[in-house]
């Protein structure tokens, strides 16, 4: 079992270091206006990836399946001025019952 | 954490921002998704026999579920150690350019600052974006506060109950997190104009790299999408 020991600790000292990297380098600095610039876009392009790899992606290979009519429903939910709670929940159920009937 | 109590300072515009128990409300329902995972990433550890002190550990010390699912489907596959940090690494890369976003709004010197940045996780640092390129330090850290209760919880339940646990994806429970991401972004999307575009090369680059590159390069490379704020400097 130390395979898994070394993974565990080597895991989770890479993840620190590499969350701490940014804060450590950048300090208190303020960033130049065009890092800024880019940066206000970087939340919508990460979201869209996560968005993206976790209703697509399946080991390795794109999907298209109830995952993708659960995420759309919030979406829409959300495009409606649904609270967000409410579009989860509609996502899950929706998910849930294709997978039941079909 | 330091214990003070930081008043005003509020950078917020909108959520309210600028103390830590409304972020720690706001990451609640984040909180559930992750109790869920959570749980699943336990049972899904215990099945491949790691016991159940180890599981525990890793969560403590690691708080990472997607680098964790990670490590469990490189050595679950026969991987050994150093396939699994690298594919951890890969996923979680995508923490650099966030934490280099977040860095100019934390607090104190070089070790706090590396504490601080800990509390960087999708969920927390998507809802403390104030856009423009700002974020909300104490709604942060409050978000991830109750997202690290019930990440470390869920583990917990799921190693020593691993056969009480019904079938996460037969609920649809899989979907929560893409859910609550589009949720995010759907808000982050009615700024408009080029959020819009960052967003769309996103999506392409995404799309096209799922099935080419190790998981977790993708999302990195989407990143790519918001070089666009390079072009023009006005609006």
């Keep these: 079992m130390t395979t898994l020991w070394v993974a565990i600790l080597g895991v989770a000292l890479a993840s620190a270091a590499i969350k701490a990297l940014g804060p450590v380098v950048v300090g208190g600095r303020e960033l130049p206006s065009r890092a800024s610039a880019v940066i206000a876009l970087l939340a919508p392009a990460l979201l869209t990836a996560l968005v993206v790899t976790e209703t697509f992606g399946e080991d390795g290979h794109l999907l298209l399946d109830e995952r993708a009519a659960g995420v759309g429903v919030a979406a829409l939910a959300i495009a409606l001025r649904a609270p967000v709670l409410l579009a989860v929940a509609l996502a899950a159920l929706t998910t849930a019952l294709l997978r039941a009937f079909f | 954490m330091g214990g003070e109590l930081t008043k005003g300072m509020?950078?917020?515009?909108?959520?309210?921002?600028?103390?830590?128990l409304a972020g720690a409300r706001a990451g609640l329902p984040f909180a559930l998704a992750t109790l869920v995972l959570g749980i699943s990433f336990g049972v899904l550890a215990r099945s491949l026999g790691w016991g159940i002190v180890a599981p525990i550990?890793?969560?403590?010390?690691?708080?990472?579920?997607?680098?964790?699912?990670?490590?469990?489907?490189?050595?679950?596959?026969?991987?050994?150690?150093?396939?699994?940090?690298?594919?951890?690494?890969?996923?979680?890369?995508?923490?650099?350019?966030?934490?280099?976003?977040?860095?100019?709004?934390?607090?104190?010197?070089?070790?706090?600052?590396?504490?601080?940045?800990?509390?960087?996780?999708?969920?927390?640092?998507?809802?403390?974006?104030?856009?423009?390129?700002?974020?909300?330090?104490?709604?942060?850290?409050?978000?991830?506060?109750?997202?690290?209760?019930?990440?470390?919880?869920?583990?917990?339940?799921?190693?020593?109950?691993?056969?009480v646990v019904g079938d996460v994806e037969r609920l649809g429970l899989d979907v929560i997190f893409p859910a609550f991401f589009m949720a995010l972004l759907v808000d982050e999307l009615r700024a408009g104009g080029r959020t819009i575009a960052a967003a769309l090369i996103a999506a392409v680059l995404s799309l096209a790299l799922v099935p080419w590159v190790p998981p977790g390069v993708p999302v990195i490379a989407a990143c790519a999408g918001a070089l666009l704020g390079l072009k023009g400097s006005s609006s």
């Design chain 2, 10 to 20: 509020s950078i917020g515009k909108e959520r309210g921002g600028g103390d830590y």
């Design chain 2, 57 to 163: 550990v890793f969560s403590v010390i690691a708080f990472s579920g997607s680098a964790q699912f990670a490590v469990v489907a490189v050595l679950g596959a026969g991987g050994g150690a150093l396939a699994a940090i690298v594919a951890a690494v890969l996923l979680n890369s995508r923490f650099l350019p966030m934490g280099v976003a977040v860095a100019p709004f934390l607090k104190g010197g070089p070790l706090r600052r590396a504490l601080e940045g800990q509390a960087v996780v999708d969920a927390s640092w998507a809802l403390a974006s104030r856009g423009g390129g700002r974020f909300d330090r104490e709604y942060m850290i409050g978000a991830t506060l109750p997202q690290v209760v019930a990440w470390i919880g869920g583990t917990v339940v799921g190693v020593l109950s691993s056969d």
